[in-house]
């Protein structure tokens, strides 16, 4: 078994099955952590991840890489790109990898006329396909706040209005009152 294939169903355990989204996860996890250096074998406390969809996509990259939202090494971006940035927190270097080839949408002008695309195939083709014709592979520098990295939390806050604690300064001032952010924007809940 390739490394690849290893990887690949260390993606189908988490997500449940091998979709396109499963392949291109692992394709640009493998490719990210290459460029920096890393060994996908080994557990990498230095690295961390920015995210850009909650698709498939993600669910590889985190199984292969091993990231977690609990370790704080996996960072959401809803951009709703198939894209990822690794970063080694040890020295700084950082990658996004971006896909250039995603899996088809149902609004794929290609895709008129048949009712689903062929999973298997996407696949197949998705796993074949040469890494330069599928992936954009750029150095960046990523900006990464004091209470945006692992470790202990440095900073509590108690919103004014419903007295919820608030780690990581993720409270916001209004009006030179200190308030959650459910209270400062509106939640996303409604209570009943
Ligand atoms: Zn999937
Ligand atoms: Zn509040």
């Known amino acids: 078994m390739s490394d690849f294939d290893i990887l690949l169903e260390k993606g189908r355990n988490f997500h449940g099955e091998v979709c396109p989204g499963i392949v291109l996860g692992t394709r640009v996890a493998m490719a990210g952590m290459r460029e920096l250096g890393m060994d996908p074998f080994v557990r990498n406390r230095d690295l961390m991840v920015y995210v850009e969809i909650d698709r498939c996509m993600a669910d590889a990259v985190q199984a292969v890489t091993g990231i977690t939202m609990g370790h704080r090494t996996l960072k959401y971006k809803d951009y709703g790109k198939f894209a990822a940035t690794f970063l080694d927190l040890s020295n700084g270097k950082a990658v996004r990898v971006s ?52 470790g202990f939390p440095k900073f509590k806050a108690f919103c004014e209005e419903c007295g919820d604690r608030v780690l990581d300064r993720r409270e916001v001032i209004i009006d030179g009152r200190i308030l959650c952010k459910a209270c400062a924007e509106g939640p996303y809940y409604q209570k009943i």
């Open 99 to 150: 896909v250039l080839l995603g899996p088809p949408t149902s609004s794929d002008s290609s895709n008129e006329g048949n009712t689903k695309p062929d999973m298997k195939e996407m696949v197949e083709k998705l796993s074949k396909t040469p890494e330069e014709e599928l992936l954009v592979i750029e150095e960046v520098k990523v900006d990464i706040k004091e209470n945006d990295i692992p």
